[in-house]
């Protein structure tokens, strides 16, 4: 299984920044690639911004040139770096990824963190 919790969330102002990080934990064999989403009050999940093992990074459009993803293989974290943050980046925040467990790869979410920008 993999636990991952996240850290980092909260209030900022429009403009601000902020660092989300997510630790891995447990008894998978490998990770594979590692991801961040978000949910907005009435909206459904979307993708913010994915990393590969190789760390080739994909994100969203919406925040393209404003947020940064980065993963620690060593350490088994991914972070993700958001400036000139708007208030439509509210959200609650998830880290994702999928790891290689009892010989089979599965999907695993955190519980997440609420990013909230404030105009």
């Known amino acids: 299984q993999v636990h991952l919790v996240e850290s980092g969330g909260g209030l900022v102002q429009a403009g601000g920044s902020l660092r989300l990080s997510c630790a891995a934990s447990?008894?998978?064999?490998?990770?594979?690639?590692m991801a961040w989403y978000r949910q907005a009050p009435g909206k459904q999940r979307e993708l913010v911004a994915s990393?590969?093992?190789?760390?080739?990074?994909n994100y969203a459009d919406s925040v393209k040139g404003r947020v940064t993803i980065s993963r620690d293989s060593a350490k088994n974290t991914v972070d993700l770096q958001m400036n000139s943050l708007k208030p439509e980046d509210t959200a609650i925040y998830y880290c994702?990824?999928?790891?290689?467990?009892?010989?089979?790869?599965?999907?695993?979410w955190g519980q997440g963190t609420q990013v909230t920008v404030s105009s």
């Open positions: 994702n990824c999928i790891a290689e467990y009892d010989a089979n790869w599965r999907d695993y």
């Open positions: 447990g008894s998978f064999s490998r990770l594979g690639p």
């Open positions: 990393i590969t093992t190789v760390r080739y990074a």
